[in-house]
């Protein structure tokens, strides 16, 4: 149960990670058959963006941990490391490759131009990823870091998608035409490309790099934090509490148990006093989530908000 704008971004992230997915089974699918190695390239970065959106979710998305916060912590960074480095190899192996056969056809005698299909779906992917850019965008906040975030990385795999549609619609040109000058333009719109995998696979990294010692970091007092959520009323325990730290950006993830009893509206207002109290006594921290899950380890049980049952029925304790 989290915030209505949580539910949003998260719901926006993985429509964004399941778009990139198909685009890139699309773009794969027809530039291998199609014989194009600038939309096997474009293919890769939709693969790139795809893993760097679920990278960033696992850095501040570690589910929900029966233990205390540093175990917690820990399984979250082990996790996030093995992710990133198995998206990172996948990718640099397939930078690899499709800059290896560009090369080739660029020093082949021979260069065969990609067929008309290739045209057809590099136009068609440009339209289907504005498309899929508007609904996502619909899903934000305006003037936050999500949106802005949001906006770079569309402009970016909407320049790569340009340059492949150069690229093919040229060697197509030079087809038709008799250019053979022309037919290189999908070879190096491949190479192009790929450097912008590289950079973004790049930027991936240093990313979730740069946000792993923050991960183990305990300059900020946490007994505090865990204090300031024990004493919300409603609330019975605090299952994980997670503190990270991304440049000037504090986020603060907490798990809290409540009622089993109560109503889904009822527990969400738990969370969202626990929120609110984090933001307005800890002045450094820009964003907390705070989920609240049914407390279940057999009754009776007793809270920091035991109250008579004739003053809150709904709230049995």
Known sequence: MTNRHSAQWDEASWIGIINNLTFAVFRGAVGWLAGSIALLSDALLAVSEAAGAAADKLTFWPGKFKSTAKSAASKQYEGKIVLVIGFSLFLLLGIVETVIASLKELSGQNIVAPDYVAGIAAVLSIGLQEAAFQVRLRHTQPFTSDRRRLIKDHWQAMLASFIVL???????????????????LDPLAAITVSMLVLWKMA??????????????????????????????YGVITVDQLLVEERGFNVQVYVIISVNPRISIQEAGEIAGRAKVLLLNRFSYITAVEVR??????GYPYKSNCEKNDQDEPTLLQ
Do not use: C
């Open 203 to 232: 930027e991936m990294l240093f990313r979730s790099l740069a946000a792993l010692p923050a991960e183990r970091n305990e300059q900020h007092d946490e007994a505090k934090l865990l204090d300031t959520v024990q004493r919300v």
């Open 292 to 297: 609240a899950q049914p407390y279940d380890p």
């Open 166 to 184: 150069i690229g093919v619609v040229g060697a197509l040109t030079g087809r038709a035409l008799d250019e053979e000058v022309l037919l290189y």
